[in-house]
C-alpha cells in the first residue's frame, strides 16, 4: 500500500534480536487472513481496548465469521452479534486450552480450539458462571457492556488502524459515537454500567392510588413496577 515495498519489525534485545519481515508474512498469509489477524489482535485486548480471553484463545478461536467485521460503512446488528459469537468462543477458549493441555491434546497443531460450550452470548455465560461463583465481581461483563462499549470501540479501532495511511477515516468516524465519552478534554472509555432501565429510575411512595401527576411515574408517563412502594390500590399499574 502506498508505494511500500518491504517493511520489517524488529524483535528482541542487543545480540538476540531479530528482523522479522512482515511482508514475507503478508504474502504468504494473504491479505484477507491478516485482514483477520489485525481483527483477532484488536478485539481481545490492544492498547487502547480492554482484555478479553488471551491471545492464543483469539489466534485458535475460529475467527472465519470475522471477515465482514469491519467493512461496511456503519456498524451493524449482524456485526455486532458476529463479534460477541467470536469473543465468547475467545473467552471460554481459555479454558478450554487449559483442558487440553491437561489432557495432552494438540488444538495447537490443528489450529482451531475444541470448545465445549452451549453459551452464545455474555448474559449466557454471566448466568452459568453465577451458579458458580460467590462474587458477581467475578463474573463476565454484560452483554450490554460488551456490544455497546467493547465491540463498538473494537470496529472504530479496526477502521482507524486498517486505514492508517487514509485521511478520509479519520474523519468520517468519530471515537465519541463509538463508546468513548469525552471528560475533562480527555477520551476514556464509556463503561456502559447503567444496570437499571431508566423507566425504573423513577419510583413512587404513593398512598392515594398513582391515579394523578402527585405521582412521580404518572407524572412521568411511566407505568408503576414492583420497585415500587405504592399501596395495592395502585391505578397505574400496566395491564400487559
Not at 491434546?105 to 465445549?116: H, M, P, Q, R
Amino acid at each position: 500500500a502506498a508505494g511500500i515495498v518491504n517493511l520489517w519489525i524488529h524483535f528482541g534485545k542487543g545480540k538476540t534480536g531479530s528482523f522479522i519481515p512482515i511482508h514475507d508474512m503478508y504474502r504468504s498469509f494473504g491479505h484477507d487472513y491478516c485482514k483477520r489477524l489485525l481483527k483477532c489482535h484488536i478485539g481481545s485486548g490492544c492498547d487502547y481496548l480492554s482484555k478479553i480471553g488471551t491471545k492464543k484463545a483469539a489466534l485458535f478461536a475460529d475467527s472465519s465469521s470475522l471477515a465482514v467485521f469491519g467493512e461496511s460503512s456503519t456498524i451493524n446488528e449482524n456485526e455486532f452479534d458476529i463479534a460477541e459469537s467470536y469473543l465468547v468462543h475467545v473467552y471460554t477458549g481459555v479454558k478450554s486450552l487449559k483442558k487440553d493441555k491437561r489432557k495432552g491434546k494438540a488444538s495447537e497443531a490443528a489450529g482451531v480450539l475444541d470448545i465445549d460450550c452451549t453459551s452464545k452470548t455474555f448474559d449466557d455465560i454471566r448466568y452459568e458462571e453465577f451458579k458458580k461463583k460467590s462474587s458477581v465481581l467475578l463474573l463476565a461483563p454484560t452483554s450490554h457492556s460488551v456490544r455497546n462499549g467493547h465491540i463498538r470501540r473494537w470496529w472504530y479501532l479496526y477502521k482507524m488502524m486498517s486505514n492508517l495511511l487514509s485521511s478520509v477515516a479519520r474523519f468520517e468516524y468519530h471515537p465519541t459515537e463509538y463508546g468513548w465519552v469525552l471528560s475533562d478534554g480527555v477520551l476514556i472509555p464509556d463503561k456502559q454500567l447503567n444496570l437499571i432501565p431508566d423507566k425504573l429510575v423513577n419510583i413512587c411512595n404513593c398512598s392515594t392510588g398513582c391515579g394523578s401527576k402527585r405521582c412521580s411515574c404518572f407524572k412521568n408517563s411511566q407505568h408503576c413496577t414492583s420497585y415500587c412502594n405504592c399501596t395495592t390500590a395502585c391505578k397505574n399499574i400496566s395491564n400487559s
